[in-house]
């Protein structure tokens, strides 16, 4: 792919390009590039060199020093500072040991100097800078960790404690503190990391069934790892495990491109099975690390391309997957979006005889596995959904039915992508049908139903 930052003269027409990316692939969520002011300086982001980091160009497209440089990923533009020529911005997998997605708060100096760690605290940390950039807003947690906040200067000294969030009355009501983990993918040699959810009442000397909760990317691998960040992520793996499920949400190769580029670029011209052998070798090593896991029950849920992913799983590997609630699927990635097809699928150039060239693109679908269907599969669908068609799931139904499988179907009426005003009975829609069919307890789910 490629990319130019240009110059043009509106008087005269004439551009000039002052920086170019050429032979790698560009990310929806890459940071805006940055002029200064005064000097009319470049502050330009890549991730030519294998992670993203900033460069320095002059005003006339000459590289003036490659700011960022070790291996970690450098991210938003926190302040620029001219008069001291200091950069302040976000950055991850760089502390040792930790976390690779927790993001921190850095400074250094534009010619590449003087790089530091401000935000100390193992946590994931929320950054407000002041408009001087003399201080900032801290505010700190991980899934296991409440809330807190304090001010710090543009040295990372604290200057004010300001509060923690009191989960006191929580804690009263049971509440159990998820458990961030580790494990490797199916290469055996990647680490990949995820959030454990249990039931308040864990007993470990039981059996529970288990539940992968994912989406596969690739700009973003949505884990909650804020105290309560992503809230439907929280929202449905606390309820789930209440119910007597243990709850994975965890990432896997080519899901974030804020790994590396090696880690973002895996598998790309396969939107469909990627996913899936990590997604199974994860919870494998679960099962061989936890006694209380049961690998003969096993589900997964996700929506949009975790929708994709999660009935890809359960046709990919039917003797794996037990069930699998799908919301929302690009289900045929070929008559999705144009941009997310031709950037994530494999596209070629070909040129007929009279010398017109056209681009061709095709990617794997769940269609042409719906056959393998062996559990239980739900498909839910808004009707009004105008980011992925309903289409789309009824095609992939259309093939259900001509194989001759049973699955079920709930449409969402007056709903769009995010199903809007009805997301709690959703919510409890799926909790049922995990219960009545990983579990078998149907007498428990209609009385829970019934009492909703």
């Given amino acids: 792919m490629s990319l130019d930052l240009c110059a043009a003269d509106p008087a005269t027409g004439a551009c000039a390009i002052l920086v ?69 911005f976000m950055g991850n997998g760089r502390e040792q040991g930790r976390n690779p997605y927790f993001h921190y708060l850095y400074r250094i100096n534009l010619d590449g100097t003087g790089l530091s760690t401000l935000t100390p605290k193992d946590a ?15 505010n700190y947690s991980r899934p296991d960790l409440e809330p807190q906040a304090m001010v710090r200067d543009n040295r990372g000294q604290v200057v004010l404690e300001l509060e923690a969030a009191d989960i006191s009355s929580l804690k009263e009501a049971g509440w159990r503190a998820p458990e961030i983990f580790k494990a490797k993918a199916a290469n055996g040699k990647t680490d990949l990391w995820g959030v454990l959810f249990k039931p ?12 992968s909760y994912g989406y596969p990317g690739k700009e973003g691998e949505f884990i909650p790892w804020r105290f309560s960040h992503n809230a439907w992520t929280t929202l449905m793996s606390v309820s789930l495990a209440q119910y007597g499920f243990i709850v994975a949400v ?25 996913p899936i052998a990590d997604k199974k070798a994860v919870i494998e090593q ?42 929302a699927g690009n289900h045929d990635n070929n008559l999705y979006w144009h941009h997310w097809n031709e950037r994530y699928g494999k596209v070629t150039q070909e040129t007929d005889k009279g010398g017109r060239i056209r681009f061709l693109s095709r990617t794997p679908t769940n269609n042409e596995i719906a056959s393998n269907l062996k559990g239980r599969l739900l498909l839910v669908q808004g009707d009004m959904d105008l980011h992925v068609p309903p289409s789309l799931t009824a ?3 259309n093939d259900l ?10 449409i969402v009426p007056g709903c769009n992508h995010f199903f809007g005003k009805n997301w709690q009975y959703l919510l409890r829609y799926i909790e049922l049908y995990f219960v009545e069919n990983l579990m078998g307890d149907t007498r428990r789910s209609t009385d829970i139903f019934d009492s909703f």
């Fill in 286 to 327: 679960l099962a061989v690390r936890h006694t209380y896991i049961d690998i003969d029950r096993v589900g997964i849920m996700g929506a949009s391309s975790g929708g994709f992913m999660a009935a890809t799983a359960i046709l990919a590997e039917p003797d794996f997957f037990k069930v699998a609630v799908s919301r």
């Fill in 200 to 211: 308040f009442d864990f007993d470990p000397s039981k059996k529970y069934p288990i539940i």
């Fill in 124 to 138: 994931e940390h929320e950054i407000t800078m002041s408009e001087s950039g003399r201080y900032f807003f801290d």
């Fill in 395 to 397: 095609r992939l139904v």
């Fill in 401 to 410: 039915i001509e194989a001759n499988k049973r699955f079920d179907q709930f």
């Fill in 20 to 88: 170019e990316e050429r032979n790698h692939r560009q990310i929806i969520t890459r940071p805006p590039y940055h002029l200064l002011a005064k000097t009319g300086e470049i502050l330009w982001w890549s991730m030519r060199n294998g992670f993203g980091h900033f460069y320095l160009y002059s005003k006339t497209g000459n590289l003036l020093a490659r700011v960022t440089k070790e291996a970690f990923h450098s991210g938003r533009v926190v302040f620029i500072d001219e008069e001291e020529r200091i950069l302040y």
């Fill in 250 to 274: 965890y990432g896997n190769r080519g899901g974030s491109p804020e790994r590396s580029y090696a880690y973002y670029d895996f598998e790309w011209d396969n939107l469909r099975d990627y």
